[in-house]
T-cell receptor, first 113, second 114 residues
Framework: QQQVKQSPQSLIVQKGGISIINCAYE??????FPWYQQFPGKGPALLIA?????SEKKEGRFTISFNKSAKQFSLHIMDSQPGDSATYFC????????????FGTGTRLKVLA | DTGVSQDPRHKITKRGQNVTFRCDPI?????LYWYRQTLGQGPEFLTY????????KSRLLSDRFSAERPKGSFSTLEIQRTEQGDSAMYLC????????????FGPGTRLLVL
């Protein structure tokens, strides 16, 4: 129950295309769902986050879609650019209020120029 | 504001040696988290502090690991009698009282145990 399952493991997208990364969870106590972007040799950087009472959140080219009943959420990167090539992690706060995150296994995105 | 900083950035040590890592959080951030990340995996929670109090430790944190945050500012993570399985990236993150859900990560300390 204390897992976040992320797919796909890797993704190749043409420049200008849409990148979609999916995550699923089981524990309904999870109360906060951030997405992080990580470049090689760097720490993760927060991209966008959502709470389970919201079905969609958009910030620039990044959108989170959240399906509470299915216990799934996804990251959509519109107009993908070569500079978006990085590893993306979904996460969930596993104890309400503590913001102690459990992370997915990551998706390595490559955007072809 | 310089963000979360960690020192050293890289550490190579021999099995059995002790190592200590330092994390300086963003100024006035009261929460500080430690995570461990192995190659190809997401970060795993180790422990976190609210001010100087260590509020939770993961089962991943064996007795060889100890973390401190004296005076509620910087934090140190010490690993005693290192093992090859300790080789990983050790990440520190901090968050502010107003936005505790938003964790800002440092660049990490990459540890290699030979």
């Amino acid at each position: 129950q204390q897992q976040v399952k992320q797919s796909p493991q890797s993704l190749i997208v043409q420049k200008g295309g849409i990148s979609i990364i999916n995550c699923a969870y089981e524990n309904t106590a999870f109360d906060y769902f951030p997405w992080y972007q990580q470049f090689p040799g760097k720490g993760p950087a927060l991209l966008i986050a959502i709470r389970p009472d919201v079905s969609e959140k958009k910030e620039g080219r990044f959108t989170i879609s959240f399906n509470k009943s299915a216990k799934q959420f996804s990251l959509h990167i519109m107009d993908s650019q070569p500079g978006d090539s990085a590893t993306y992690f979904c996460a969930a706060s596993i104890t309400p209020g503590t913001y102690k995150y459990i992370f997915g296994t990551g998706t390595r995105l490559k955007v072809l120029a | 504001d310089t963000g979360v900083s960690q020192d050293p950035r890289h550490k190579i040590t021999k099995r059995g040696q002790n190592v200590t890592f330092r994390c300086d959080p963003i100024s006035e951030h009261n929460r500080l988290y430690w995570y461990r990340q192995t190659l190809g995996q997401g970060p795993e929670f180790l422990t976190y502090f609210q001010n100087e109090a260590q509020l939770e430790k993961s089962r991943l944190l064996s007795d060889r690991f100890s973390a401190e945050r004296p005076k509620g500012s910087f934090s140190t993570l010490e690993i005693q009698r290192t093992e090859q399985g300790d080789s990983a990236m050790y990440l520190c993150a901090s968050s502010s009282p107003s936005y505790q859900e938003t964790q800002y990560f440092g660049p990490g300390t990459r540890l290699l145990v030979l």
